[in-house]
């Protein structure tokens, strides 16, 4: 046995001395030593030999993971908490991007609403009043400060971007800023969906007196109106997984439009504050199905009896709890002028409705919308939600209009 060993051992020896890679010399010198060695056995040599291959691939491992990081250093890892690659921060931490880090100035007070929409000094209070949690955890194990998560879904929304841009803007991973920001969707999608998909009754029924006067100051021949009632469509990439005449290019696509989208129907009060957008509707449907649908007005005759909606000529329900224009090929002067009136009147729930793509441009931007690869409805749920928000920390152009001012952020969002 011994003659054996030392046999394999001058093998070695001669097999180290013809290798010319130093990786394979290490090899065949551990492979001598324990060979030459007379009390170790054959599972012993075929130990060693496990243990020098193991030590090779984790070399070479390790060689892969310094050349790839030297090639990109921003695309090493997409989860983690980030904080050894130097993430930017936009938050608390770095006075709202007053003072950042990697840089001698800062982002100005100007600068900063540019990017997120609203002031540095209000961002904590918004974060109480949307519940932000101190922290959102992905099921990647993505990890970030709830105050930044929600800067960073703010500037997802404020204008159209890649991922690419946003990592660079925020010196993290497309991975990481993605998790993020489906965390952050989740959570703001819970607010939208109880405060918008259906009216607050609750923080709505003591001001619709106050919604009634406005606008019967404004002129309106008829008193009651205490809202305007509008349909909007929102456009997104032509559906292609299942075909030119797949189902979902024959539901989404509107021949009105000659577009593929969502309906949504919307009501805004004197206030400025869209109360309720409902839907999302296929891009086929027509506003006299979507309202009897949504239900609305039967919610109204029931919540608010003696008060109205007021809509355009697109509607004509028949439920006295929406008013809309006189129509017809013949109506009388004074008809003529109720139409002229109250056409002026409800003017501002295009406001309201222009406001929400002016201020978060990402949800205008249809070829970044694909149906089949994002949430394209809660883009807009959510868009409606920060855009009342805005308008409550801000004003509106409605508010003004009306003479009403809008309601606090803590009362618009305390019973979502």
């Not at 020896?13 to 060979?35: D, G, K, N, T, Y």
């Not at 002016?358 to 868009?383: C, E, P, R, S, T």
Request: aromatic letters at 12%.
């Amino acid at each position: 046995m011994m003659v054996e060993f030392l046999a394999m051992a001058v093998v070695a020896l001669v097999a180290f001395m013809a290798a010319r890679h130093p990786r394979v010399r290490r090899i065949w010198v551990l492979l001598a030593a324990a060979c030459l060695a007379a009390e170790l056995n054959e599972a012993d040599i075929v130990a060693a030999e496990a243990a020098a291959d193991v030590q090779q691939r984790a070399r070479r491992r390790r060689w892969w993971q310094l050349a790839l990081l030297r090639r990109a250093p921003q695309k090493r890892v997409s989860g983690g908490d980030r904080s050894y690659r130097g993430r930017r921060r936009f938050g608390a931490a770095s006075g709202y991007g007053a003072e950042l880090a990697e840089s001698n100035v800062g982002l100005s007070p100007s600068e900063f609403i540019e990017h997120f929409r609203f002031a540095r000094e209000d961002i904590p209070r918004l974060c109480r009043a949307l519940r932000i949690p101190d922290e959102f955890r992905s099921p990647n194990h993505c990890v970030c400060e709830g105050e930044e998560a929600l800067l960073l879904y703010l500037k997802r929304l404020s204008y159209p971007n890649r991922w690419c841009d946003m990592a660079f803007f925020f010196s993290a991973s497309e991975g990481w800023c993605s998790e993020i920001c489906k965390e952050v969707e989740e959570h703001l999608f819970g607010f939208s969906w109880h405060l918008t998909h259906e009216m607050d009754e609750a923080r709505i029924r003591p001001m619709v007196p106050l919604f009634a006067e406005a606008v019967r100051r404004k002129g309106a021949p008829m008193p009651g109106i205490v809202g305007f009632w509008d349909g909007t469509f929102r456009h997104f990439c032509r559906p292609s997984v299942d075909g030119y005449n797949g189902i979902a290019q024959q539901m989404q696509y509107s021949g009105h439009k000659h577009e593929h989208g969502y309906n949504y129907q919307g009501v805004v009060t004197p206030d400025g504050i869209i109360v309720e957008m409902n839907g999302p509707y296929e891009g086929r449907t027509n506003d006299k199905r979507m309202v009897q649908e949504s239900q609305i007005l039967d919610r109204i005759a029931r919540w608010f009896p003696g008060y109205y909606l007021f809509g355009d000529r697109g509607y004509d329900h028949g439920n006295p709890a929406l008013q809309t224009p006189f129509n017809g090929a013949v109506i009388t002067p004074a008809q003529v002028a109720y139409n002229r009136t109250m056409s002026n009147i409800r003017l501002p729930v295009e406001w309201a409705f222009g406001k929400v793509s002016q201020l978060w441009g990402f949800i205008d931007y249809d070829k970044n919308l694909k149906l089949y690869q994002q949430q394209v409805a809660k883009f807009y749920l959510n868009a409606v939600l920060l855009t009342n928000c805005h308008s409550c920390l801000y004003g509106c152009e409605t508010s003004l209009y009306f003479g009403v001012p809008t309601p606090d952020l803590e009362d618009y969002l305390y019973n979502a």
